[in-house]
């Protein structure tokens, strides 16, 4: 039997029910709840004032960057620009894309918007509605139709909710610069293109960034033909029914779930024969689960190859040759390892295969010197003063920024996130974050070389 002991306020009368205080009770808690709602105000107004300054030293670091790269005489350099974007990324703890992102709006927001900025370092406005106005507002070149629109948005964006400052932006800049609002526009529809967003629970977003005619298009066409086979008895609800026409008029398949297109699935010998429900890997999608693994292994046409893992870090360490194809076996090693981008902070799809110690230096085409890039950060490798080193064992690559800056990045598990024993993840642990010391990364190198060898006996 449990027992509720409840505490008693030494104010309170015996014999009266705890929590029945009174109006000077109720009123204390009243006012103590009004004191915590004003301190979340102060901590907000806080936050947006450590975010302006935020913006403030990512712009004045631009500027430094750019000046430093000009005193090495590789200002103009293919990788200057993305060296400056990882090194931010690096320090924001953040993604390339976001840090690019991020470094275009504390520009802007510094150059062109100073009375906007100055609402978010006074805590009237979120930054992200700063950002948005730095966004809608990048086409205006008239220097004084944009210190227009910056006083004209910041009056008005305080009173206006963060998500509907873009709309308020936008029409500013319509009715002060219509010619700026047009060559965003076309800027906008010449950069369309189509995204696979993973969305957990075995679901993904096919997101496609289309002129506005052609995305209502695309709509109205699927809606229709829905509409027209549920009046034609069609049992599925309308928004499958609109998802799998989709599918069925991309792919040029008969049927939405009988699709024979190539894909890469990872699994466990255990998970492909039903001995195991370890979680799979759809290369360039994320982790799936067992049954939906094996659906996809055993329908349609499917090829088995064995891969070999590292006891020490679960990536990728060879595999063989035995499949219909032969063809790009490097390649499709490297894809499989890397599953992404191994540049800095980044998890864009890989586009390059990167001889890790370049080949004109001399470095050999192997599995043991490859890394998977995307075009970007296979660009930031062309900045002079950065370095890339590789430890053949693990793969484990080893970027040096021009400024100084360190990051150690290892292919992921095979499996994905998730799928390590606790020994693996504090191993990986020790070899992307290493000790300071000498002799402290000597004993962590003889550890993990220890524990590889006798995962092998």
């Not at 930054?127 to 004084?144: C, F, G, K, Q």
């Not at 999608?285 to 292994?297: H, K, S, V």
């Not at 490798?381 to 290892?410: C, F, I, Q």
């Amino acid at each position: 039997m449990g027992v509720n002991v409840r505490g008693m306020d030494s104010s309170s009368k015996p014999g009266r029910p705890c929590g029945d205080e009174g109006p000077d009770g109720v009123a204390a808690r009243m006012e103590a709840a009004l004191a915590r709602l004003q301190r979340i105000r102060d901590r907000r107004a806080e936050i947006r004032r450590l975010e302006a300054l935020q913006v403030r030293d990512v712009a004045a670091f631009i500027g430094q960057r750019d000046s430093l790269d000009a005193d090495l005489g590789v200002s103009g350099a293919p990788g200057a620009y993305r060296c400056m974007v990882a090194e931010v990324a690096l320090s924001m703890g953040v993604s390339v894309l976001s840090a690019q992102s991020f470094m275009s709006d504390a520009h802007g927001l510094v150059e062109r918007h100073p009375a906007v900025l100055g609402a978010v370092e006074s805590g009237e406005l979120a930054l992200s509605a700063a950002r948005a106005v730095a966004v809608e507002t990048a086409s205006i070149d008239d220097p004084d139709l944009q210190r227009l629109a910056d006083m004209v948005i910041a009056e008005e964006a305080v009173d206006v909710l963060p998500g509907k400052v873009r709309a308020l932006a936008e029409r500013r800049v319509i009715e002060i610069d219509p010619d700026a609002a047009a060559r965003r526009a076309d800027k906008e529809r010449a950069d369309r293109h189509v995204r696979l967003v993973p969305a957990g629970a075995d679901m993904a977003y096919l997101d496609a960034y289309l002129p506005v005619e052609q995305a209502t298009s695309c709509w109205r066409s699927l809606h229709a033909f829905a509409t027209t086979r549920r009046a034609a008895g069609d049992t599925r609800s309308l928004h499958r029914l609109m998802c799998d026409t989709l599918v069925e008029r991309l792919t040029g398949a008969a049927c939405a779930d009988q699709l024979s297109t190539d894909i890469c699935l990872v699994m466990t010998d255990t998970t492909l024969l039903g001995g195991a429900d370890t979680p799979a890997q759809l290369v360039g999608a994320g982790p799936i689960t067992a049954p939906l693994a094996r659906q996809l292994a055993t329908t349609g046409t499917a090829w088995v190859r064995r891969l070999y893992t590292d006891p020490v870090d679960a990536s990728l360490t060879t595999m063989d040759t035995r499949r219909r194809c032969v063809d790009g076996n490097l390649r499709d090693a490297v894809l499989v390892a890397d599953q992404h981008c191994r540049g800095i902070n980044c998890a864009s799809p890989i586009r390059d295969i990167d001889h890790v110690h370049p080949y004109a230096r001399g470095g050999d085409t192997s599995f043991a010197n490859s890394q998977g890039l995307s075009k970007a950060c296979h660009t930031t490798r062309d900045h002079p003063a950065m370095h890339v080193d590789a430890d053949p064992t693990s793969r484990k690559t080893t970027w040096h920024t021009p400024t100084g800056l360190t990051h150690h990045s290892l292919p992921p598990p095979t499996l994905g996130n998730g799928s390590l024993t606790p020994t693996q993840i504090r191993l990986r642990h020790w070899q992307t974050h290493p000790p300071d010391s000498t002799m402290e990364q000597r004993v962590v190198h003889i550890l993990i070389d220890h524990h590889r060898r006798r995962s092998r006996c």
